[in-house]
């Protein structure tokens, strides 16, 4: 957890579009150094949460601060601390990446040497040297995605706003996104938006699940990690009371008489309780990871019709 004030506050933050409350009642930090991923189903409210970050819609209650400055009361100073990477980015097709990188940094203020670094530095940061001459539109959807990134970033802002940043992509593009995500947040404050739980645990340090407009869960990603099942077959029946007191265990409920599923202490846990179970002669058939307990808390409050649930650990 970061030890600096936050970069982006928002305190009881909401808009209503249409008459209909979209978000309501947001609190949310997110510092410099870490990645915070606003996991939501289609509908819960994340693009729009995202652009009241990015200052392009405006809170019609609660305050957003960048750096402790009210994104209302001081838009320009602001927003000068934001990049963001809408659902659709922002590019244009008859522009070379360059082209478009140096428009871009042009209107972030940049100029003369200052862009020009800033210009080599985010090409290379976001793997671009080998199309910085291709027009954009003849570019593939990942490359198009990272030029999409570049865009948020060539001024350097302090944060980084990602709608969506993986969607669309192949496996291959998406594992190098996460990878470039994971590294924005090391000099950066990132808030990302997803439905998709592998790029929350893959690039996230904490996750706040947003539903219906609200958020209903916050808490860091290595907690939930830690709390993942279990599911471990045996080639002999044994009985709950076997597993009381087994290193590891904080929790067995039979499936049937062969399989278990176990609630580790910790995620290390897996191999002590492999080890055990080998040591106790029960014959271990197989020992496999059953959804996190991200998936878990996730499904849980994504099936959730109308009342609110109670929130998790704040973050
Ligand atoms: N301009 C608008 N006017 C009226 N309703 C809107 C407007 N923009 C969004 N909404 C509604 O607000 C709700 C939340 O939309 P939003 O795009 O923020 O959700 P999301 O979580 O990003 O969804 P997705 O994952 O599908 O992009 C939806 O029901 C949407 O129809």
Redesign the pocket.
């Known amino acids: 957890m970061p030890s600096s004030p936050p970069v982006l506050t928002l305190e009881q933050t909401g808009r209503s579009?249409?008459g209909?409350v979209?978000v309501d009642a947001l609190d949310l930090t997110v510092g410099k150094g870490e990645v915070v991923g606003l996991l939501?189903i289609?509908?819960?409210?994340?693009?729009?949460?995202l652009r009241l970050v990015a200052g392009v819609l405006a809170p019609d209650r609660g305050t957003i601060r960048l750096n402790g400055v009210d994104l209302a009361e001081q838009p320009h100073t602001a927003r000068r601390a934001i990049g963001y990477l809408p659902?659709d980015p922002p590019l244009y097709a008859e522009l070379t990446v360059a082209e478009f990188l140096r428009f871009c940094g042009r209107l972030h203020g940049l100029a003369g040497a200052r862009l020009r670094a800033q210009l080599d530095r985010t090409i290379e940061r976001c793997d671009l040297g080998d199309v910085r001459r291709r027009l954009i539109g003849a570019l593939s959807k990942g490359y198009r995605q990272r030029v999409g990134i570049a865009q948020a970033i060539v001024h350097e802002p302090d944060l980084i706003v990602l709608d969506?940043p993986a969607s669309g992509l192949d496996p291959v593009q998406a594992l190098k996104l996460r990878a470039l995500v994971r590294s924005l947040g090391e000099h950066h404050a990132v808030i990302l938006?997803t439905?998709l739980l592998p790029d929350v645990s893959a690039c996230c340090d904490r996750v706040a699940i947003?539903h219906r407009g609200r958020l209903r869960y916050r808490g860091r990603i290595d907690a939930l990690d830690a709390g993942g099942l279990l599911r471990v077959t045996l080639a002999r029946p044994v009985t709950a009371d076997a597993w009381t007191g087994m290193t590891g265990v904080a929790a067995a409920e039979a499936i049937d008489g062969l399989r278990w599923r176990l609630r580790p202490q910790a995620a290390t846990d897996a191999a002590a309780i492999a080890a055990a179970v080998v040591g106790r002669g029960w014959g271990l058939v197989e020992l496999r990871s059953e959804g996190s307990a991200l998936e878990e808390t996730f499904l849980r409050i994504a099936s959730t019709e109308t009342e609110p649930e109670p929130e998790g650990a704040a973050a």
Do not use: F, M, Y
Request: proline content about 0%.
């Open positions: 579009l249409a209909r979209i939501g289609n509908g819960a409210g994340k693009s729009t949460t659902e969506e938006s439905h947003l």
